[in-house]
């Protein structure tokens, strides 16, 4: 490609079409069922980045026009306790999506949280039932928010992935694996890779569409991209006081078709993302 620029996929300006398409939907919502979507946050302690995460939402709730509640519960809270919150919300018919924010305290096991969580109330979609939906590739249940964001990014600008050699690196539940399930959901050919991987360099070099969600920053380097790639960096560090990606963005950016900034690409559309589930969330519940 000789040093072109690429295009910027822009995650900022899609999550904020998808906001205003949303907050439309809302509206019509609250006509249809006499109130708005209403999503549920529980924190459990204090950690800073949860903090801010948690906060984002709420923003988010209130700019689009959605009830959200938020839950702050004191760091020694125990399992039991969660739990029996998480039954409460469960039942009560004024919410509509339940987000328990990670990480939890030491004492609490993050499995037995997502398997409480009523599966039509998952809107992070860690339940095994929504994690089965998003295995046979369907559409009933919630997908998870980061991985979904990014299948809509590779959509809006209208980038092929049925047919594409696609690297995944990152297996979480969070992010590697769902990703990989709903790459492979599109029609692609789809390569998964961790930390432990023999010569990650020659996998990643192999891939049309490239997605990066291990947590080390500059981890991918130019010679590790081939040329045209489509590079998408679902990671967030913060190296010299600045938040960057996994992708040394700098020099594997003239390579590629197309990239994702850090920030302003992947991460804005993550809570978009979970905006579309709180929304599903509220016509789900009212079939009962």
Known sequence: MDNKTPVLLDGKALSAKVRAELSAEAKKNAEKYGRPPCLVVILVGEDPASQIYVRNK??????????????????????????????????DKGVDGILVQSPLPKQI???????????EKDVDAFHPANVGLIALGRNDGFKPCTPAGVIRLLKEYNIPIAGKDCVVVGRSNIVGKPMALLLISEGATVTVCNSKTKDLGKKTSEADILVVAVGKAGLITADMVKEGAVVVDVGMNRSEGKLCGDVAFDEVAPKCSYITPVPGGVGPMTIAMLMENALKSQELNQRD
């Open 109 to 119: 096991d993050a499995h037995k949280v997502a398997v409480r969580i009523a599966p």
């Open 58 to 91: 709420e923003k988010a709730c209130e700019d689009i026009g959605y009830q959200s509640r938020m839950i702050v519960l004191p760091t020694e809270t125990s399992e039991d306790e969660l739990l029996a919150l998480i039954d409460e919300l469960n039942a």
